[in-house]
């Protein structure tokens, strides 16, 4: 991978649409973190990584996942757990009861609030207490009893490296569909990860 120095990481955040300020924030963040040798295959990687951290965190303006929702936008957005709005409005504007709803029982969460205390954090949104163990344990970090280190610079990209280099083969790189889908858990927000990827290659190049 081709070392980049902040004011080029800043260039590259700015030119795939990140908020000006937002950039100078992140782009020494990047130029410390990310060296020659951070990906298996360098470049490569970032093509498909970065568009994929970049939505997933409203453009690195959001570490934590946004669970406050109307009753009618969670039957658009978990119709199999919400089919009606009256299903749904006892989680509208909860955060906290909707995060145990939906990720309570699962993603390693056992105990009563573990969907809330482990929701979506970083720029990949790691999600539930057996991904935080998992990513913990390969940066060497606790992120199980500290889970707010992920809101962190730092510790949130590196979280994001350790996940994707963790999650994500060599071989499906390039394959955008199939990676937003091992991201994402299916095809939400593909169009605009499409349009991220097409702007982080040429803002590398």
Known sequence: MT???????????????????TAA?????????????????????????????LHESAMLDRMEENLNYSAQRLVQVWPTRFPTVIHAYPYANNPKALANKVYGGRLGNTRTDDGWTYRGRSPIQITGLANYQRVG???????????????????????????WEDKIP????????????????????????QRLTAAVRGALS
């Open 137 to 163: 344990d390969l940066m060497g970090q606790d992120l199980v009893g500290i889970p707010d280190l992920l809101t962190q610079p730092r510790f949130a990209l590196d979280a994001c490296v350790a996940w």
């Open 3 to 21: 070392r980049r120095i902040s004011e080029q990481w800043r260039a590259v955040l700015a030119a795939c649409g990140v908020a000006p300020a």
């Open 25 to 53: 924030k992140w782009g020494p963040v990047f130029a410390d973190e990310l060296r020659e040798t951070t990906f298996s295959k360098g470049d490569a990687d970032i093509v498909d990584w970065l568009p994929e951290i």
């Open 170 to 193: 060599d071989a499906m790189l390039g394959e955008t569909t199939t990676i937003r889908r091992r991201v994402n858990g299916g095809v939400i927000g593909l169009a605009d990860v």
